[in-house]
């Protein structure tokens, strides 16, 4: 698919799916996409997430920081499973469909790690990884929700917060740094000894992503932060919600890749008792992947490493 030079959008120049998976082929890259919520890569980073998995990537590792809780933390508001259960049961099934895409159905194997001194829930399944942090969902400005104690990322990332409890009581992150440092200890773990990894993350540039959620915007940040010392790194930025008043640009296999994982991310949601929105976000932001492309620079193998 073409280049794409959005002028609408402060001239930046806007990469398709299709080059950047002609130019990320190689077998040695592990590709990590970073979310806020367990269905902003599907919606955002689509088809390219789709690409990595199923041929352009030795890994591909999907780091979903907030449990999506909308508030409600562990609470089942009414339903037979908290919601964000329902909403990382949506992630795994889409990680999954696009893993078996061509193939019989694996093992998957699920279990808290310890890194940096905080457990974190993580399910391996083929070439896939997921983490789930579970951090509260920080509401669209940042503000947080009374139900869970005002916390968000945004608030830890300026000092109004000093803590921030996942919700499910699994750890306590202890400011910013600590919460990065846990972030960096993942990436050097999956990294294992590529030369190459990647970090898709969302635009930061608010030119080009005018309004976006915060905890989209931090999530960038802790990523960014977490490998900002590293060699050999190619970051991607991709457009969240201002994706949603620019034109389709994904041609009709690539639209189709990108709503059968959303389609079976929301799928996974239902099967957990919680209703979806499969309208307003098809029409939104399906048949969209906006992004633009920070190349790697020096190139080498890393020191192997293993989680703490």
């Known amino acids: 698919m073409r280049v794409i030079a959005a002028a609408c959008l402060a001239g930046a120049v806007l990469a398709s799916a299709q080059t950047l998976a002609e130019e990320a082929k190689r077998p040695n890259k592990v590709s990590f996409y970073f979310a806020a919520h367990e269905d902003d890569w599907q919606l955002f980073m689509n088809p390219s997430a789709f690409k990595d998995v199923i041929g ?10 907030t449990a999506g809780d909308a508030g ?18 949506g992630a795994e099934a889409a ?20 890194f940096n001194g905080h457990s974190v829930y993580r399910v391996s399944y083929r070439n896939t990884v997921g983490y789930f942090l579970r951090v509260p969902d920080g509401n669209a400005s940042g503000a947080g929700y009374p139900q869970t104690g005002f916390q968000s990322l945004k608030r ?11 919700v499910d009581g699994s750890t306590t992150y202890y400011g910013w740094d600590d919460l990065v440092a846990t972030l960096r200890a993942i990436v050097v773990y999956e990294r294992g000894r590529a030369p190459l990894i990647q970090i898709n993350v ?8 005018p309004n976006d959620h915060t905890d989209h915007l931090m999530t960038a940040k802790s990523a960014l932060d977490a490998v900002s010392n590293f060699s ?3 970051r991607v930025f991709y457009v969240d919600y201002a994706s949603s008043r620019l034109p ?8 189709d890749m990108e709503s059968s994982v959303f389609a079976v991310t929301l799928a996974g949601v239902q099967a957990l008792d919680h209703g979806t929105s499969w309208d ?12 633009r492309v920070q190349p790697a620079g020096r190139c080498e193998a890393p020191v192997m490493a293993s989680a703490h």
């Open 95 to 114: 990680i999954r469909f696009m893993a078996d895409s061509d193939a019989a159905p694996g093992e998957r194997v699920a279990a808290s790690i310890m």
């Open 232 to 234: 050999c790194v190619r």
């Open 280 to 291: 307003h976000y098809d029409r939104s932001f399906v048949g969209r992947n906006y992004f």
């Open 72 to 89: 409600l933390g562990t609470g089942l508001a009414g339903r037979k499973h908290p919601f964000y259960l329902a909403r990382e049961n």
């Open 156 to 166: 830890l990332a300026s000092g109004e917060n000093d803590i921030l409890r996942a």
């Open 248 to 255: 389709q640009n994904l041609d009709a296999q690539q639209r």
């Open 56 to 65: 352009g990537a030795t890994k591909t590792v999907f780091v979903h920081l």
């Open 202 to 209: 969302a635009e930061t540039d608010t030119r080009i992503n």
